[in-house]
Nanobody, 123 residues
Framework: QVQLVESGGGLVQAGGSLRLSCAASGSIFRINTMGWYRQAPGKQRELVATMATGGTTNYADSVKGRFAISRDNAKNTVYLQMNSLKPEDTAVYYC?????????????????WGQGTQVTVSS
């Protein structure tokens, strides 16, 4: 079983910055893609940014140039640096990881989600 724990959310003024962290723990053999998604009230959950094990990144168009994803594979941790925040970035941000379980290393990776952290950007 894998647990993802996010931290770093909060309230910030427009134009400000926040840094989210997500640490994975549990029966981890390997983590493939890690990333961040967000869900605003009344909207569907959407991709924010992902990073594969080799470093390939993928960003939503709405955050390109403002957000940066990074990860520390040794610590099973992924980060999201968010700059130039806008009110429309307000949402619950969820950490996501595709994990190969150490008890099932011959099986495909399984998707795991964190509990979410609130980011609120005031105008």
């Amino acid at each position: 079983q894998v647990q993802l724990v996010e931290s770093g959310g909060g309230l910030v003024q427009a134009g400000g910055s926040l840094r989210l962290s997500c640490a994975a723990s549990g029966s981890i053999f390997r983590i493939n893609t890690m990333g961040w998604y967000r869900q605003a009230p009344g909207k569907q959950r959407e991709l924010v940014a992902t990073m594969a094990t080799g470093g390939t990144t993928n960003y939503a168009d709405s955050v390109k140039g403002r957000f940066a994803i990074s990860r520390d594979n040794a610590k099973n941790t992924v980060y999201l640096q968010m700059n130039s925040l806008k009110p429309e970035d307000t949402a619950v941000y969820y950490c996501n990881a595709w994990v190969v379980d150490s008890r099932r290393i011959l099986f495909p990776s399984v998707e795991s989600w964190g509990q979410g952290t609130q980011v609120t950007v005031s105008s």
